[in-house]
């Protein structure tokens, strides 16, 4: 079966059965956005700094470690481990999605593992598949953090010192959803929420914050060296 890349939508025909055979699981870089840190890190009972730590590369937070043979490191000897909780890329699997500037979105089929037991079948649509996956909250959360850096990368672009930009971006880990929400917190003396996409809402706020402060900083350091040359 082929999908279009070009007219694929939720409403495309499209089905697929997975067989658990895990030969999807191997050489592929699974990136991760804060959301899917959160909701692997509650997983696994950790804080998504100490998540961060143990099970991405290079503690970055954006990409989840692969054991020494390519395969992933939540690959255990029945399956996924995390299966519940797994990353969006995992959830479509076998199918792309794509997220144009306008918001609008298409999915493309990918090249899967020669020997895979997975089986397509032409039953159902793409959003048939999309909701027997749960990836909806996924997709939001997706759609949520690029947004914000779509508007950081332009806002950021305005500023000519991108040495201030860079000792504030050092500041804070911007990615690390519960030490900001931590740091927040303690200073406003507010509760934490405790519902997940209460706290993605939050750190998404925070993350806009954090920007306008980079800004205002920016336009005080240029008034500061304004009146250093006037004087």
């Known amino acids: 079966m082929t999908i279009p890349s070009s007219a694929a939508s939720r409403s495309t025909p499209f ?3 997975c067989r658990r055979c895990s030969r999807c699981c191997s050489d592929k870089q699974i990136q991760v956005n804060p959301y899917e840190v959160a909701r692997l890190a509650r997983a696994k009972r950790q804080s998504t700094s100490e998540f961060r730590a143990a099970w991405t590369v290079d503690g970055h937070g954006t990409v989840l470690r692969q054991n020494e043979d390519g395969t992933c490191v939540f690959l255990g000897p029945e399956g996924c481990q995390v299966h519940q909780d797994r990353p969006l890329v995992c959830r479509l699997y076998p199918l792309g999605r794509y997220v144009r500037s306008d918001g609008s979105e298409y999915f493309t089929r990918l090249e ?5 037991a997975g089986e397509y079948t032409d039953r159902g649509m793409i959003a048939d598949y999309l909701a027997a996956q749960g990836a909806q909250p996924f997709m939001d959360a997706a759609d949520a953090y690029f947004r914000w850096v779509c508007v950081a990368r332009e806002r ?6 991108h040495a201030a930009v ?4 050092e500041d804070a880990d911007l990615l690390d959803m519960d030490a900001m929400i931590a740091r927040n917190c303690e200073v406003t003396g507010e509760a934490q929420p405790a519902n997940l996409e209460d706290r993605m809402r939050l750190h998404l706020r925070l993350l806009d914050d954090a920007i306008g402060n980079l800004e205002d900083q920016h336009a005080q350091e240029g008034n ?3 009146r250093a040359e006037r004087v």
């Open 224 to 226: 500061s060296d304004a």
């Open 112 to 116: 899967g593992h020669p020997q895979s």
């Open 166 to 169: 860079q000792a504030g971006a």
């Open 156 to 161: 950021l672009a305005l500023m000519s010192d």
């Open 15 to 17: 089905g697929y059965a």
